[in-house]
């Protein structure tokens, strides 16, 4: 006998009408492509963020069971953005909801460090660097799609008013810099675990904070060449959509399988990439780049490098 599929609409219906009747949540926000209507396909995961005065209580999960179909399974992971952990639960179906925890005074001062970075754009030097990557990183999310499906106090309309007016922000010469050192930085460390031997840290540890420097610096070239395009999607999502085609074709270069000869192959091709696309985002803002620098890490990576087989 087919099961009747549950819809998207149909859970967060339920999550309303259970968090109406608990007095610490007091809102939820559907995130992503099933906030915008129309745009989501039966693959799409639910992406929910609930404010609450007790985010301890409800990160622990025990009322999952009582919203949606049969809880199968769920756990933990950390956002993409930093912030607070997420819980993915798979209801029979499968029907799979990303749940978002945060406090009320979280929401609260997330929703006006972003309305004021957007605003004022002098306060960016102010903030550390990692936290305004997070919440660049989560404009990007909230510009894919934000719904306030309930709002007890304000907040929640607040924090997705403020996200979702703004645009996409251009690096200062600061923010451009840390990035690019930071990159560099990170394939001094990766060719020192292959020396080592360290392949599995080398590509599943160091590399992901390799490839993230560099999605950072592909989103801001396409923010200063591309005036039109806005939505350059967190992790890389769509990103064959507003990519430059000239680095679309460079980027099979850029991942290895797990062999050291082709370890250090990519890391190259990485360190080339990152290089032209930066140097043409230093031109656009008129920055420095720190080429000297480049020069000498390319120096030591290749002092390190094994001769090929």
């Given at each position: ?10 859970y967060?219906a339920e ?30 995961d639910?992406d ?8 301890r209580?409800?990160?622990r ?5 009582d919203?949606?179909p ?38 609260a ?7 004021a970075?957007?605003?004022f754009?002098?306060l ?12 660049d990183?989560?404009?990007?999310i ?5 719904h ?9 309309t ?6 979702g007016d ?14 690019v ?20 840290m ?8 390799v ?7 592909m989103?801001w ?9 806005t ?10 959509q507003w ?28 360190l080339?990439?990152f ?22 890490l ?11 087989n």
């Amino acid at each position: 006998m087919r099961r009747m599929a549950f819809s998207h609409a149909d859970y967060v219906a339920e999550l309303v009408s259970w968090a109406e009747k608990v007095s610490s949540v007091r809102g939820i926000l559907v995130l992503g492509s099933v906030a915008q209507t129309g745009t989501e396909d039966a693959l799409s995961d639910l992406d929910v963020m609930i404010i609450t005065t007790k985010p301890r209580q409800l990160r622990r999960g025990e009322w999952l069971a009582d919203v949606g179909p049969a809880l199968i399974l769920s756990w933990t992971y950390q956002s993409p953005v930093g912030g607070p952990t997420v819980r993915q639960v798979v209801y029979d179906g499968p029907f799979v909801v990303d749940v978002a925890t945060t406090s009320w005074i979280q929401a609260a001062l997330s929703g006006a460090a972003v309305a004021a970075i957007t605003r004022f754009r002098w306060l960016r030097s102010v903030f550390p660097p990692t936290v305004v990557q997070q919440l660049d990183a989560w404009l990007q999310i909230t510009r894919r799609g934000t719904h306030v499906a309930l709002d007890k106090d304000g907040i929640a309309t607040r924090m997705a008013r403020s996200l979702g007016d703004a645009s996409t922000p251009l690096p200062s010469e600061a923010e451009f810099l840390n990035t690019v050192r930071s990159l560099f930085g990170l394939l001094l460390w990766q060719s020192k675990q292959l020396v080592r031997g360290e392949l599995w840290m080398a590509l599943a540890t160091v590399d992901q904070q390799v490839k993230q420097q560099l999605l950072i610096m592909m989103q801001w070239h396409t923010t200063v060449t591309r005036r039109g395009v806005t939505d350059t999607s967190y992790s890389g999502r769509h990103i064959g959509q507003w990519l430059d085609s000239r680095w679309s074709e460079s980027l099979p270069k850029v991942w290895a399988r797990y062999d050291v000869q082709e370890a250090w192959t990519a890391l190259f091709a990485t360190l080339d990439l990152f290089s032209a696309v930066a140097y043409e985002v230093a031109d656009a803002g008129r920055y420095r780049y720190p080429s000297d620098e480049e020069r000498q890490l390319r120096e030591w990576l290749s002092e390190r490098q094994p001769p090929a087989n």
